[in-house]
């Protein structure tokens, strides 16, 4: 990830607010940017290749982690959430 990947997650905290959970999919190990990634406003970073649970995993850590800091636990489904999905590589694009 490069200094554009940086400000566009920058950017869509800007406009999404702090409530909608952003997740980072990195196709190698990211370790070395998982703290400039969280810093720019990413909640979590998960890796490729991407099983079908990992999405739905993720979104859990994150839940469960932000209810944490709550007193209360709240349930939470993912019926009638939005999930954006969006591909920065050209090869990996349907033409």
Known sequence: ?????????QEI???????????????YDWGFIEAEARAA?????ISEPLLRSAPVSAFERVIS???????????FAFT???VLLAEDNAINSAD
């Open 13 to 27: 905290r800007k406009i999404v607010g702090s409530k909608t959970t952003i997740i980072i999919i990195f196709a």
């Open 65 to 75: 982690h932000a209810q944490a800091k709550k007193s209360a636990p709240q349930t």
């Open 41 to 45: 406003g990413a909640n979590m970073l």
């Open 1 to 9: 990830m490069n200094a554009d990947g940086f400000k566009t997650i």
């Open 80 to 82: 009638g959430k939005r």
